[in-house]
């Protein structure tokens, strides 16, 4: 069973970035999906970025182009980098893989909270 967990949240003043880490544990199908979800106070968890097994990407909504996602060579690591963060931002962001076979996957997340 592969297990995903994530780094990198914390408190950021308006204004500034962060770089999310997302490691997989266990046998990643590097053909396959990651993303980064969030979910702020008060709403459904939403796309912040996505990135296929081709090293496409799709950004979400929230993203305004602040976001960039990307993966390692090895295909087991997923990073989101997040640029200009301000207040709406805060919440819990969370990664996940979509295996070739089963559901989706989810890490436990990691709290970004943007407040100066």
């Known amino acids: 069973q592969v297990q995903l967990v994530e780094s990198g949240g914390g408190l950021v003043q308006p204004g500034g970035s962060l770089r999310l880490s997302c490691a997989a544990n266990g046998s990643i199908a590097r053909t396959q999906f990651m993303g980064w979800f969030r979910q702020t106070p008060g709403n459904q968890r939403e796309l912040g970025a996505a990135?296929?097994?081709?090293?496409?990407?799709t950004s979400g909504p929230p993203a305004g182009g602040r976001f960039t996602i990307s993966r390692d060579n090895a295909k087991t690591a997923v990073y989101l980098q997040m640029n200009n963060l301000q207040p709406d931002d805060t919440g819990v962001y969370y990664c996940c893989y979509d295996p070739t076979i089963g559901g989706r996957i989810w890490g436990g997340g990691t709290q970004v909270t943007v407040s100066s």
């Open positions: 990135i296929s097994g081709a090293d496409r990407t």
